[in-house]
């Protein structure tokens, strides 16, 4: 089993649509992030975690919100999605050490 | 803020060297790494070094750092066609213990067999 999962894999919503993505991880580590992937403006950082207590914003968090559900799980969500959202989405982990944080397989949303 | 520079494409013939170069902007990054991204798939952390090296070599992959100028290079020994992909630097510093990554937009690399 992955690391760090992420589902769903792929979805296609409506614009305007509430959707929700979750991401766990059995690694164990305390810090949980989610990125943003658009071709050619590589990854931006929407949130991040360092405990179940504690979430911050990241470069690009507008349109856009978190649950810190327990250590292992982290949910993004989209309020209203609208068509520019639509990117490849990864969850990531890491521990405190800086040694590199580790991505899951990644959620391709397109909002139409 | 900080910065990560990559130049987007690298196309190299297979069994020769690849390097891959990246510039950074924040003179307190404190860990830098490659990662790689194959097509449809997440980022495999390849390796990373702290501020303090000036070389971390593992296998085929030798990163090297110059600090002064703010450069990062990760070489490919004997590339193989199963290295096309997207490499990724990145950097974070470790201000209000925070590591989070700032990443650079990728360098394709082709493989040509």
């Known amino acids: 089993d992955a690391d760090v999962t992420q589902t769903p894999r792929n979805r296609i919503t409506k614009t305007g649509k509430r959707i929700m993505l979750e991401c766990s991880q059995t690694?164990?580590?305390?810090?949980m992030y989610w990125y943003r992937q658009d071709p050619g403006l590589g990854l931006r950082l929407i949130y991040y975690?360092?405990?179940?207590?504690?979430?911050n914003k990241g470069e690009i968090s507008d349109g856009y919100s978190v649950s810190r559900q327990a250590q292992a799980k982290f949910s993004l969500s989209l309020e209203s999605a609208i068509p520019n959202q639509t990117a490849l989405y990864f969850c990531?982990?890491?521990?405190?050490?800086?040694?590199?944080?580790?991505f899951g397989q990644g959620t391709r949303l397109t909002v139409v | 803020g900080e910065d990560v520079e990559q130049s987007l494409f690298l196309s190299v013939r297979e069994g020769d060297s690849s390097v891959i170069n990246c510039t950074y902007t924040?003179?307190?990054?404190?860990?830098l790494y490659w990662y790689k991204q194959e097509p449809g798939a997440g980022l495999q952390l390849l390796t990373y070094?702290?501020?303090?090296?000036d070389m971390k070599q593992d296998q085929r992959l030798t990163v090297l750092l110059n600090k002064k100028d703010k450069h990062l290079s990760l070489r490919i020994a004997d590339t193989q066609t199963g290295d096309s992909a997207i490499y990724f630097c990145?950097?974070?510093?470790?201000?209000?213990?925070?590591?989070?990554?700032?990443f650079g937009k990728g360098t394709k690399l082709s493989v040509i067999p």
């Open positions: 990531a982990t890491s521990d405190f050490g800086g040694k590199g944080a580790f």
């Open positions: 690694k164990g580590h305390d810090r």
């Open positions: 975690s360092f405990d179940v207590k504690d979430i």
């Open positions: 924040d003179s307190s990054s404190t860990y």
């Open positions: 070094i702290f501020s303090n090296m």
């Open positions: 990145a950097e974070t510093a470790s201000g209000a213990g925070s590591y989070q990554l700032t």
